[in-house]
């Protein structure tokens, strides 16, 4: 995957932020190679001490932890809310802006996991992701000690997620694409690994008179002791037969 080289002058401007945006969307970043550019971003925009990003998966109708400032790797993708719950599910379900300067956990929205340290922070802003109107995730903002949320901060990091929003959720599919066409592709040789193996079990079944089952034991047995996949042996069987019909002929 390509990287997208970025660089902004001066930090902190909507010029120079758009600028950087424009640099990410245009390159062929993978998905979770835009969030970590999405984390860069928003640290830099809000020089934070934490940052996390959410998205909402649609058919499960939670919100997951996709990517962290801070190395959370186990937590990726098992950390999910409900829709609604949390601040984080409070700012998906209000398409809202949350920011609370100071006693963060004290909000009675707040939700607090253990494996994440910067739920004990201070100050934290949680702010939509957003594509053609619908909210598709969340970028939440940590900061160790009492921050004020400034007009322009909040202003900014807004412009980020809805301008983000967009790029994000065209990866997005193309991830889920990728996978079904794998999960599509598996299905297929599958279906192509049990016909191989129904066709060598009735060969077994006619040249050896054996049943069904016995067919099938005995290439799973094999299998097993040969230590090969069952489907290696079943085309081994059909090529012997075809081999004995055509030496037959």
């Known amino acids: 995957m390509g990287t997208a080289k970025t660089s902004i002058e001066p930090p902190g401007s909507h010029i120079s932020v758009l600028h950087r945006i424009s640099t990410i969307v245009s390159s062929d970043l993978s998905l979770d190679e835009m969030l970590g550019e999405i984390v860069g971003l928003t640290a830099q925009v809000t020089e934070c001490d934490a940052c996390l990003v959410y998205l909402i998966e649609r058919e499960a109708n939670e919100i997951v932890l996709r990517a962290s400032q801070m190395p959370h790797q186990r937590d990726l993708e098992n950390i999910r809310l409900k829709i609604g719950e949390g601040v984080t599910g409070w700012v998906v379900e209000h398409h809202s802006v949350v920011a609370l300067p100071k006693n963060a956990a004290a909000d009675r929205r707040f939700k607090r996991f253990q494996a994440l340290v910067e739920d004990t922070y201070e100050a934290f802003l949680s702010v939509p992701l957003v594509s053609g109107g619908e909210v598709i995730g969340v970028i939440n903002v940590h900061h160790r000690e009492p921050h004020d949320h400034t007009a322009d901060e909040i202003s900014l990091l807004t412009f980020v997620g809805e301008q983000m929003g967009g790029a994000i959720r065209k990866s997005f599919l193309a991830e889920e694409n990728a996978r079904l066409q794998e999960e599509t592709a598996e299905m297929q040789r599958r279906l192509e690994t049990r016909k191989i193996v129904e066709r060598a079990k009735g060969i077994l079944q006619q ?9 099938y034991l005995r290439l799973r047995n094999e299998s097993r002791r040969m230590r090969r996949p069952m489907r290696e042996l079943a ?13 037959a002929q």
Do not use: M, N
């Open 207 to 215: 040249r050896d008179r054996l049943t069904e089952e016995d067919a």
């Open 235 to 247: 085309e081994a069987v059909i090529l012997s037969e075809e081999l004995r019909k055509r030496d």
